[in-house]
């Protein structure tokens, strides 16, 4: 079965663009969430989506967004980029939130986001 | 504020050597945990996790962990690694918030470098 799949690899952009960055989950999975990863630090979270609507927000500024598709796909996207946008994006997909914890979230390859 | 640490940033190990790879976190409620695993060029990777019940997990390739909700830890073990465990260890946990959504609040990592 095919895992999480981000597109795209790597990405470079200049102060001020707009980015969007896609994701696949695995087949079944309803919930997607997003993490930054800084070089040299673990994942941050900044977006959960749950059958097509935000679930949970991280302490990201509202320049960044998402959302998600009815196949359950999703698509980050980052305004006005800075120079400290500059991270690994990564997807999560799992079966969904529900009301418990015990939901194991399965990580794509990521994206490499350079902003210049 | 929910946070996970890990205590070694950088560990290097002779081949067959013991491993163990602290992790403590700040959470009060229920909460499940998990180590992941980033192999050079590749992504995160579940390794273990620990919803409830024995608190000796054990995971993939000969790895471990151990939860004692006393002291907020869940640390990963080895009893003898190999030059392929080459690779960036991740803790962790899983904390329900409030709105039903669950988040993974990772530690910074530990990079472990194994000499043949």
């Known amino acids: 079965d095919a895992g999480v799949t981000q597109s795209p690899t790597h990405l470079i952009k200049t102060r001020g663009q707009q980015v969007t960055l896609r994701c696949s989950p695995i087949s079944g999975h309803k919930s997607v969430s997003w993490y930054q990863q800084v070089l040299g630090q673990g994942p941050q979270f900044i977006f959960q989506y749950y059958e097509k609507e935000e679930r949970g927000r991280g302490n990201f500024p509202d320049r960044f967004s998402a959302r998600q598709f009815p196949n359950y796909s999703s698509e980050l996207n980052v305004n006005a980029l800075l120079l400290g946008d500059s991270a690994l994006y990564l997807c999560?997909?799992?079966w969904g939130t529900g009301t418990g914890t015990r939901d194991t979230q399965y990580f794509g390859p990521g994206t490499r986001l350079t902003v210049l | 504020a929910q946070s996970v640490s890990q205590h070694n940033h950088h560990v290097i190990l002779s081949e067959a050597a013991s491993l163990e790879l602290g992790c403590n976190y700040s959470?009060?409620?229920?909460?499940?945990l998990f180590w992941y695993v980033q192999y050079p060029g590749q992504h995160l990777q579940l390794l273990l996790k620990y919803f409830s019940g024995d608190p000796l997990v054990k995971g993939i390739k000969g790895f471990e962990a151990e939860f004692i909700k006393s002291k907020f830890s869940f640390n990963l073990r080895k009893p003898s690694v190999q030059w392929s465990d080459t690779a960036e260890y991740f803790c962790?946990?899983?904390?329900?918030?409030?709105?039903?959504?669950?988040?993974?609040?990772f530690g910074a990592g530990t990079r472990l470098a194994v000499h043949p």
């Open positions: 959470y009060g409620g229920t909460v499940n």
């Open positions: 962790a946990v899983n904390a329900q918030v409030s709105g039903g959504y669950n988040k993974l609040i």
């Open positions: 999560a997909s799992s």
